[in-house]
C-alpha cells in the first residue's frame, strides 16, 4: 500500500509540474476575407501593426499589417472605391478588423500614465485620463466585429509616404497639412487618429477645401452603405452589419 501511495504520489506531483497546453489560436470565421483579395487597388496602412500610432509601438494582436474584414464589409469598399477611382482618387485603410486582445492593449495603455512618448502628435490637448470618457477609445470596438473600418482619401497616382522613424521630433495632428507628418491622404483637416475636437466629421471649424474632402469620403461610403462615427472622421461602420454583438479576438496575422 505505501509503496502504491508513493507512485501515485509522484504521479500526481509530475502532472502538477507539468506546463499547461498552450492556448489554441482563434480561428478566423469562414465569413471573414482579406480586404487585399477583393481588392487589390485600396491602398493599406495599417498603423497598429507599426510604431506611428498613438501608443508608439506595435498593438498587441497585430503581427501583420493586414485588413481582415467581413465580406459584406470588403465588397462595400469594393463599391465605393468604383466610384472614386473614376474622380482620381482611391481609399486607404489605416484599421480594419480589431481583435479584442488590441482593445484591452489600448486600455492598460491608458491606465499607464507615465507613458506619454505619442501625445505631442495624437493627444497634445486631450488629457489621457479622459480618452475613453471622451468617446476616443473604448472597452468594446466595433472594429472588433469585423464592419468597421478607418480610412482616408488619396489622390492618383498615389505619392510614396515617408516612412515614420521612431523618435523623429512630433508635431501636433491638427496642424497645417504641410506642416504635421507627411501622410499621403488628402488635407482632411487633421492627421488619423486625432484625439481632438477637430477631428469630428463636422466640426464647424473645418472649412474650405479640409470640409470638402471629409464630405467626399463621406459621400461615397454613406452611398456603399456605411455610417460615419460623427466624433472622428476616418472611422466608418457599415449599415446592417452581420456581427452586431459578437466580439471577435483572432490576431491579424
Same mark, same amino acid.
Given at each position: ?62 503581427? !501583420?499589417?493586414?485588413? *481582415?474584414?467581413? &465580406?459584406?464589409?470588403? /465588397?462595400?469598399?469594393? $463599391?465605393?472605391?468604383?466610384? =472614386? ?47 475613453? !470618457?471622451?468617446?476616443? *477609445?473604448?472597452? &468594446?470596438?466595433?472594429? /472588433?466585429?469585423?464592419? $468597421?473600418?478607418?480610412?482616408? =482619401? ?100
Amino acid at each position: 500500500m505505501t509503496r502504491r501511495l508513493a507512485a501515485l504520489t509522484l504521479l500526481l506531483a509530475s502532472l502538477l509540474a507539468a506546463p499547461a497546453p498552450a492556448a489554441a489560436t482563434p480561428a478566423v470565421p469562414a465569413t471573414f476575407v482579406d480586404l487585399a483579395a477583393v481588392d487589390p487597388t485600396i491602398l493599406h496602412d495599417i498603423r497598429y501593426a507599426g510604431t506611428h500610432n498613438f501608443v508608439g509601438r506595435p498593438v498587441r494582436g497585430y503581427s !501583420a499589417p493586414r485588413c *481582415l474584414l467581413t &465580406r459584406r464589409t470588403a /465588397s462595400a469598399l469594393k $463599391t465605393a472605391q468604383s466610384r =472614386l477611382r473614376p474622380r482620381g482618387y482611391t481609399l486607404k485603410v489605416y484599421d480594419c478588423y480589431r481583435p479584442q486582445r488590441a482593445v484591452n492593449d489600448f486600455a492598460a495603455w491608458a491606465g499607464n500614465a507615465a507613458d506619454n512618448r505619442m501625445k505631442g502628435e495624437f493627444y497634445p490637448r486631450v488629457a489621457k485620463s479622459t480618452l475613453f !470618457a471622451d468617446g476616443y *477609445l473604448a472597452h &468594446r470596438s466595433g472594429h /472588433s466585429r469585423g464592419s $468597421t473600418v478607418d480610412l482616408t =482619401l488619396v489622390r492618383l497616382p498615389a505619392a510614396t509616404e515617408p516612412r515614420y522613424v521612431p523618435g523623429q521630433a512630433l508635431v501636433p495632428c491638427y496642424a497645417p497639412h504641410g506642416r504635421r507628418f507627411r501622410d499621403n491622404s488628402i488635407d482632411m483637416g487633421t492627421g488619423y487618429d486625432c484625439f481632438d475636437p477637430l477631428a469630428a466629421t463636422l466640426d464647424p471649424r473645418v472649412t474650405g477645401v479640409r470640409r470638402a474632402n471629409r464630405l467626399l469620403l463621406r459621400d461615397a461610403m454613406t452611398a456603399a452603405g456605411f455610417t460615419n462615427y460623427s466624433h472622428e472622421w476616418w472611422h466608418y461602420t457599415l449599415d446592417g452589419e452581420p456581427y452586431r454583438s459578437t466580439y471577435f479576438d483572432f490576431p491579424v496575422a
